[in-house]
């Protein structure tokens, strides 16, 4: 199968960079922390922004227990840097996106003192544009954080491919009305019938660009 675009979108944990253990770490400590089952918190929360999962799973605290506990767990994910590493194909894909001039953007979940040391940890390109938790109004499954990428690289959403790994990412994605590449396949992949193209990692494919647009082949 072949897809044509004329810029990129990544996702940046399960995407980029392998963060799973560190998240789980964190997240764990939260489960703990309000009695809650581990699997029941590590279910939902993956791809999910931290806020919204907060208000999930404390429905009768105050906004200031949200945000005081928002910024406990920030402050463990963003400290807990063991084990974080670009995934495979990340930069070398990165690297000739750059060589070829074509655009391309981080859309995380994430904030910006979170990825951003998340980022570094995994040695990536740094991207001309990023859009993080604060900004957008409304994170993933909603579209906002994809249709503002696609703005912020000057494209359409049909122009440009997303490139997910979590559940709220493919539904954000798909609903801004581009193009969704996952990475990494799973029983839980929603919508399989509207993903443009599912592979194993980011090695799998391969980029030619022509008359400004890009054909991206699975090899």
Known sequence: ?????????????????????????????????????????????????????????????????????????EKIETEDTEGITALPG??????????????????????????????KMAELPEP??????????????????????AKKLGLLPEECVVFEDAVAGIHAGLDAGCQVVVVHDSPDIPRRDEIHLTITNLEDIEIVKSGGYISIYTQ
């Open 90 to 119: 990340a930069i070398a894909l990165i690297d000739k996106l750059n060589a070829l001039d074509i655009p391309w953007a981080i859309v995380t979940s994430g904030t910006v003192p979170l990825a951003s040391e998340r980022h």
């Open 1 to 73: 199968m072949v897809l044509r675009c004329r810029g990129f979108l990544f996702d940046l944990d399960g995407t980029l960079i392998d963060s799973l253990p560190a998240v789980e770490r964190a997240w764990i400590q939260f489960a703990d922390k309000m009695g809650i089952d581990r699997d029941e918190v590590l279910n939902y929360v993956h791809g999910t922004p931290a806020i919204l999962s907060l208000r999930h799973f404390m429905p009768d605290a105050s906004e200031e227990e949200i945000a005081s506990t928002f910024k406990w767990i």
């Open 128 to 149: 001309a544009h990023w859009v993080t938790a604060e900004s957008v109004t409304h994170g993933k499954p909603n579209p906002e954080p994809y249709l503002l990428g």
